[in-house]
Structures are given as C-alpha cells and as structure tokens.
C-alpha cells in the first residue's frame, strides 16, 4: 500500500470515523432467519466499527428495491447502503438495473475487482457476476455510496472484506473533502 494510500486512511480514520449504513437484501425466499448474507454484513461492518441504521429484505422486484432505496436514500445519516442479492443473469435479477439508474457516479473498479477476486475462487462463473457500486443522489443533498453484491455468503464475504470495510471510510472522506 502507497503512503498516499495509507495517509488518506489515516485521516479518514480520524475525521469519519463510524460511517452510518443500511443493508438491503433482495430476495424472494430469504428470511430474517435465513439471512446469512446479510447477517454477514451487519457483523463485518459492526467489526469494521461502522454502525447499522437499518436492514430489511425485499422481494426481488423492481418496486420492492426502488422504495428500499427511497426510504434509505431519504435518511440524512445514512451515508452508505449495502444490497445483496439479485445481481446475476436471472430473469428475476433487476437489482443491478434498479442500482445503476440512481447511480450520478459509477465506481466501475468496485465490480471490476469483485470479479477479478470472484476468478480466484469460481473460475469463469465470475462473469455471472454484475456486481456494481457508485454514489446515489441524497434526497437531502450530497451523495450516498450503494454496494450491490451477489446474494451467496461467499461473495459478501469476497467483497465485504477485501473490498468494501477497508475502504468505507476512506471512500466517505475523499468524497466529502
């Protein structure tokens, strides 16, 4: 790592400090119970020091995600939303396309190296994978970060902990500074 790179760090640690967060799960079968990719993210991001707003699951379906972002989006301090599911190839898979047309900033190597990492572990089943990231429009000004990753514990632990914590409050810093 660059010093560049860790005096940023450094200094998001020190002027971000807890980013505020909501986890959205996409599916039609998961439960409260059942969850176990969620579950993941609620406790890395906790151990990572960050703090959960809010969590729900939602049926895949267009409308079901879009009012999940609306009501996440409308929260001032949620400053990053987590989704999980519903970002493959499937018929029943629009998360990505719900994500992106609220995206005013892509973060384009967020996917690229949740996929490049994905290769490592599943060989060329990585290209199934349209997992995505950008800024969306605050309903109260600004921007907040939006992670869309695949619904299997795996990937959620490949981009939660190669990806997403180390970099969380370093990506709240630079966009706010």
């Given at each position: ?11 998001a640690e020190k002027t971000v400090g807890a980013v505020a967060c909501a986890v959205i799960t996409v599916s039609d079968t998961r439960t409260p119970e059942t969850d176990k990719g969620g579950d993941l993210i609620v406790r890395l991001l906790t151990e990572g ?129």
């Amino acid at each position: 790592m660059s010093e560049s790179t860790k005096g940023h760090r450094v200094a998001a640690e020190k002027t971000v400090g807890a980013v505020a967060c909501a986890v959205i799960t996409v599916s039609d079968t998961r439960t409260p119970e059942t969850d176990k990719g969620g579950d993941l993210i609620v406790r890395l991001l906790t151990e990572g020091g960050h703090d959960i707003v809010d969590r729900c699951i939602v049926p895949d379906d267009p409308g079901a995600i879009d009012a999940a972002l609306d009501r996440y989006l409308g929260e001032a301090r949620v400053l990053t939303v987590l989704l999980t599911g519903g970002t493959g190839i499937a018929k029943r898979d629009t998360t990505i396309e719900v994500v992106r047309r609220r995206f005013v900033a892509e973060l384009s190597g967020f996917g690229e190296i949740f996929r490049m990492l994905s290769w490592e572990q599943v060989g060329a089943a990585a290209m199934l994978s349209r997992a995505t990231a950008g800024l969306a429009e605050h309903a109260e000004g600004g921007d907040t970060f939006v992670f869309a990753m695949p619904g299997s514990v795996n990937a959620v632990e490949t981009a939660m902990v190669n990806l997403i914590v180390p970099e969380l409050g370093h990506l709240v810093w630079e966009r706010k500074r």
